[in-house]
């Protein structure tokens, strides 16, 4: 996907034609210079985890058809290659090729890894994040699997007894992981047969920079092939943003800016479409890592619903969209037990809250914003931790009365 087609309107248009020529003049002829876009390991793994962030989005998205859904992949991520260190060597390499780390030749991926996850749970950015394999005690399990996991990544595997018991320990473990925010991971208890269980969840606090000045304004939302729904708005005047149209995707998309280095994209069909697939096919790291490139700074009159949002799923039938069928069949997982062990569940919970609260109050210009962004249709977004490039947190809303916590 080419960002060639991202050009403003909205009557600035002679301000754009100048950025536009400053960042390189990609617009001018067919040669087309390929820029390496990631370049540290941090920066390739955290491009790594998001197109894997991506793929599982678009599985989740087209399983779902126009429904709400919410991811925060990294948590998967996290969770899966934990698992990974149980594996044979080809099982790994089945699953480090979903994982998208194929591509990356970094001898510490663990380490890598581990510190990404480290850097994008600094507690000013608002994320904190649990991933945790059980494992039925029944499978005999090798001692030595929960030592190299809890050694690298300071989580040990847990032995399940089976039971009721252990959906009240998944479930605590999981909330004391994120503060008391993510709660009841599992509501019911886990398949008899129990193998192996990868558990992963996310609690995200959306912390403005600029704040939202009025709150709680009721406003229309229209929803695909329906009666418009009343949502609460958080809205404000002379709100900076980046912003750009693409034409190719019929969307405005504009960025916001979070404390600590984290942004908000939303992408916001051009009609009110329930149907975001074209939009949903084009997103990978490279393309959001341009779009951070070449959105163009302004003001806006901004109108956002306030989220607040719960939404869990066990995800474990999107792996075969993965190209994971076969591993699923036969996980070769050796270093857990000798007997044929098998994932059952990979259940993902993730809550997500904004406030108008933010750090900065909008400049107060007297005239108001000629621009506005008034997200009052069904859109995409998406949470990044600018300062790494990974992929926080993905969701698709097209009906924010349906959210709740
Ligand atoms: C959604 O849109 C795509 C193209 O944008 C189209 O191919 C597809 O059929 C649409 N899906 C539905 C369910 O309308």
Not at 121 to 128: A, F, H, Q
Not at 131 to 144: E, G, P, V
Not at 354 to 383: C, K, M
Request: aromatic share 8%; hydrophobic share 40%; net charge negative.
């Amino acid at each position: 996907m080419k960002l060639t087609t991202v050009l403003l309107v909205f009557g600035v248009v002679l301000s754009v034609c100048q950025a536009q020529s400053d960042t390189g003049g990609e617009e001018t002829g067919g040669e087309e210079e390929h820029v390496e876009l990631f370049t540290t390991p941090t920066a390739k793994m955290a491009a790594a985890t998001s197109d894997f962030g991506y793929n599982l989005f678009r599985a989740l998205a087209s399983r779902e058809a126009a429904t709400n859904i919410f991811l925060a992949p990294i948590s998967v991520s996290a969770a899966l290659t934990q698992l990974s260190m149980g594996g044979s060597e080809r099982a790994e390499q089945q699953l480090f090729r979903a994982l998208r780390y194929h591509t990356l030749q970094d001898p510490q991926l663990h380490t890598t890894l581990k510190n990404l996850l480290a850097s994008v749970r600094t507690p000013g950015k608002g994320l904190s994040t649990a991933a945790r394999i059980y494992l039925a005690r029944r499978l005999r399990l090798k001692q030595d699997f929960f030592g190299l996991v809890e050694q690298q990544y300071g989580i040990r595997p847990k032995a399940l007894q089976g039971g009721t018991k252990d959906v009240k320990e998944i479930n605590d473990w999981v909330t004391q992981e994120t503060g008391g925010k993510v709660q009841r991971l599992l509501t019911k208890a886990l398949s008899r047969n129990a193998g192996v269980n990868a558990v992963s969840a996310a609690y995200f606090k959306g912390k403005w920079v600029t704040r939202f000045g009025q709150n709680g304004v009721m406003e229309n939302f229209q929803v695909d092939g329906g009666v418009p729904v009343r949502v609460s708005m958080m809205k404000q005047d002379n709100y900076p943003v980046k912003m750009g149209a693409d034409s190719d995707l019929s969307c405005t998309i504009a960025q916001i800016q979070m404390q600590d280095d984290i942004s908000m994209f939303i992408f916001l069909p051009d009609e009110v479409t329930a149907n975001m697939t074209l939009l949903e096919e084009s997103l990978t790291a490279e393309f959001v890592q341009d779009l951070s490139m070449t959105l163009l700074p302004t003001q806006v009159s901004l109108s956002l619903p306030t989220l607040r949002l719960s939404y869990s799923s066990d995800l474990l039938p999107l792996l075969s969209d993965l190209g994971l069928s076969e591993w699923l069949d036969n996980p070769d997982l050796e270093k857990i037990s000798a007997q044929a062990a098998k994932l059952v569940s990979l259940n993902h919970k993730v809550v997500m809250e904004t406030a108008p609260e933010g750090n900065q109050y909008p400049s107060a210009t007297s005239a108001a914003s000629h621009l506005s962004y008034t997200v009052d249709r069904p859109f995409l977004y998406l949470i990044r931790d600018e300062a790494s490039g990974a992929l926080l947190f993905i969701g698709r809303v097209v009906n924010p009365k349906d959210l709740r916590i």
